[in-house]
């Protein structure tokens, strides 16, 4: 082996040993039991499940994960069809209105969003979309809109223009031809756009803490917080909840992996 392939091998080896530390101490915390004082370094004298029942029960992870699906879900379902829908005119039609337009939704890219955090919430006590799912789903589509019409835009430029015509040739107006001519070959980038928006969405806390503050409306991560406070600290429970809400977005990156890196570097190229 070359000193050069040695040497990536080896940092390869380190950063893959960096991102698998922090979980191997989560499963180690949430196999042992409250009593067992042990470092957490090491691995657990007995293997105790209590902790996921414990953190299921005493967190109401139930209804947190209905929160999380349903919102998740709604919210990514909107954020493709609107920013499909709102990239394609973007990227076909170059005029300068058209341009200025994709200029004012990538400058969005650069605000952060908890600057506008005490005018948005005001504003959503006025429209009374505090603890509503609606309210939720409107300020992930908003946030996410920016990155997935850019990916978006990017990747239709890459798809032949002949494309369009031979579709107006046969007789499809502009909204039968995007959604069964192009639509269809945005498999790759809108599998791109579901697993980034949908980690962001499914982790959220910053806006689920704010938004949705009755018991009946948190979701996982606002659920897990609730286990730290000044008279608690069940690290157990927190890591054995935390093993079970990362199960459902790492099956979908696995199910989506394959159209994502190809999904990310087209979308990017062009746009």
Excluded at 30 to 46: F, R
Excluded at 128 to 147: A, K, V
Excluded at 191 to 206: K, S
Excluded at 234 to 252: D, E, R
Aim: charged fraction near 10%; hydrophobic fraction near 50%; charge should be positive.
């Amino acid at each position: 082996m070359k000193k050069s392939n040695k040497a990536a091998f080896l940092l390869s080896l380190a950063i893959a040993f960096i991102h698998i530390l922090p979980f191997y101490i989560l499963v180690t915390t949430a196999l042992k039991p409250m009593s067992d004082l042990s470092s957490k370094w090491l691995l657990p004298k007995t293997i105790d499940w209590s902790n996921f029942t414990d953190s299921w029960s005493g967190s109401n992870l139930g209804q947190a994960f209905f929160n999380n699906i349903f919102i998740t879900t709604v919210s990514l379902l909107l954020i493709v069809i609107v920013g499909a829908c709102a990239s394609y005119p973007l990227a076909r039609n170059q005029t300068k209105l058209n341009k200025a337009m994709y200029m004012l939704f990538i400058s969005a890219l650069i605000i952060p969003p908890l600057t506008i955090l005490v005018p948005l919430y005001k504003f959503f006590i006025d429209i009374q979309g505090m603890n509503t799912y609606w309210g939720i789903i409107l300020l992930h589509l908003t946030f996410n809109l920016p990155t997935t019409i850019f990916l978006y835009t990017g990747f239709i430029g890459t798809i032949p223009r002949e494309l369009d015509e031979a579709g107006m040739i046969d007789g499809l107006g502009r909204l039968r031809l995007f959604f069964q001519l192009i639509l269809p070959l945005l498999k790759p980038i809108t599998a791109t756009v579901i697993i980034l928006a949908g980690v962001g969405i499914w982790n959220d806390y910053r806006f689920s803490l704010f938004f949705l503050q009755k018991g009946e409306m948190r979701t996982v991560t606002v659920a897990l917080a609730t286990f730290f406070g000044p008279n608690t600290n069940n690290v157990g429970w927190v890591a054995a909840g935390s093993l079970i809400a990362a199960l459902p977005i790492s099956l979908l990156y696995l199910f989506l992996q394959r159209y994502f890196i190809t999904g990310l570097a087209s979308g990017a190229v062009k746009g």
